[in-house]
């Protein structure tokens, strides 16, 4: 059986909102990313070289509606695509027009996790056109954009769903207590990055405390400056930091997360580890005692933020999930 990991990279995020003009002053002003306004309903941030890492939609989701990644080469893109097929999940090739604002040659897309599309793709668009950003730089690459972070019902199963399709190592857990809810979180990386995709999920209980399909994404940011001046320019806008600076005792990221205009997180991020394949070859995953070594205090979470995440995790128990049942095997992941 072929091994994809290591081909796999995050490469972009589709956002449907109908606040666009918060969302330009958040990634221009205050994160300082690149932002182009292709029309009056649709934008696009740039961290690098590509077209796109953010695709903003007018839309009513007021949620992230798909996860672009990147695959390789082709003989890993039919890898994937036949574990898709052969399980019988409907898939769909891009048009024309959704493939140019993803800034990608073509794309195939399938059902993800809660609702949200999975887009897979092999070329993306580069522009030599200069980045106008307030950073330095974003460290992407073999590591891809960042990562993302979703909360579910169904943890085993979201688990299984990225080691189906993309072959996802487990690198660590992180046991939490966020509110009032106990957390345990698995982190699991498909290249390089010490993870790509974590997940959430309340202990001994089958709800969801997070309305969005993530509870947040990462970027990587080159310089700690970078953040620095970032967690400034955020606090001075007028938007809502959610945690404050800290740092992670598994990946040793230090980075701050602040709310997106769309409610979900963004957590800015420097110097996150690296798996080496040196470190890979004898790489144990470990369980840690908390989401930091130091920091990462919550900023004005109050009683009114503990209640609305228990009346959504009340109300997430009381409707299904979006899964995807054909590549649910539970059997294959560490419980």
């Known amino acids: 059986m072929t091994d994809v990991f290591g081909n796999v990279h995050l490469g972009y995020l589709v956002v449907q909102t109908q606040r666009l003009t918060d969302w330009r002053r958040f990634g221009a002003d205050a994160v300082g990313l690149h932002v182009d306004e292709l029309t009056p309903d649709t934008t696009r941030f740039r961290l690098d070289d590509r077209e796109c890492r953010f695709l903003l939609?007018?839309?009513?989701?007021?949620?992230?509606?798909?996860?672009?990644?990147?695959?390789?080469?082709?003989?890993?893109?039919?890898?994937?695509?036949?574990?898709?097929?052969?399980?019988?999940?409907?898939?769909?090739?891009?048009?024309?027009?959704?493939?140019?604002?993803?800034?990608?040659?073509?794309?195939?897309?399938?059902?993800?996790?809660?609702?949200?599309?999975?887009?897979?793709?092999?070329?993306?668009?580069?522009?030599?056109s200069p980045l106008v950003m307030r950073n330095s730089a974003f460290v992407t690459g073999e590591s891809g954009m960042g990562h993302v972070a979703i909360t579910s019902k169904d943890v085993l199963?979201?688990?299984?769903?990225?080691?189906?399709?993309?072959?996802?190592?487990?690198?660590?857990?992180?046991?939490?207590?966020?509110?009032?809810?106990?957390?345990?979180?698995?982190?699991?990386?498909?290249?390089?990055?010490?993870?790509?995709?974590?997940?959430?999920?309340?202990?001994?209980?089958?709800?969801?405390?997070?309305?969005?399909?993530?509870?947040?994404?990462?970027?990587?940011?080159?310089?700690?400056?970078?953040m620095v001046a970032a967690h400034e320019r955020v606090t001075a806008e007028g938007f809502k930091m959610m945690w404050s600076v800290g740092q992670h005792p598994n990946d040793r990221s230090i980075s701050f997360y602040c709310q997106t205009p769309s409610g979900f997180?963004?957590?800015?991020?420097?110097s996150p580890l690296v798996v080496t394949e040196e470190l890979e070859s004898t790489w144990e995953p470990t369980t840690y005692q908390g989401i930091s070594l130091w920091g990462h205090t919550p900023v004005g979470e109050d009683i009114i933020h503990k209640m609305g995440m228990v009346r959504q995790a009340l109300r997430s128990a009381r409707y299904a999930e979006g899964t995807v049942p054909e590549l649910r095997d539970p059997a294959s992941v560490p419980a």
Not at 102 to 126: D, N, S
């Open 57 to 128: 939609q007018r839309g009513t989701a007021e949620d992230v509606t798909a996860l672009g990644w990147q695959v390789d080469d082709h003989e890993t893109f039919d890898v994937i695509l036949e574990r898709v097929t052969s399980r019988g999940l409907p898939v769909r090739e891009g048009t024309p027009d959704e493939c140019a604002l993803r800034g990608v040659e073509r794309l195939w897309r399938f059902p993800g996790p809660k609702g949200a599309a999975t887009e897979i793709f092999t070329t993306p668009l580069t522009t030599p």
């Open 265 to 270: 997180e963004l957590e800015v991020g420097w």
């Open 157 to 226: 199963g979201l688990h299984s769903y990225y080691s189906t399709l993309f072959d996802a190592r487990l690198s660590d857990f992180i046991l939490e207590r966020i509110g009032p809810m106990d957390l345990r979180i698995r982190f699991l990386r498909v290249n390089e990055r010490h993870h790509s995709v974590a997940v959430a999920g309340v202990r001994r209980l089958a709800v969801d405390p997070i309305r969005t399909v993530i509870q947040h994404v990462n970027v990587q940011v080159a310089e700690l400056d970078d």
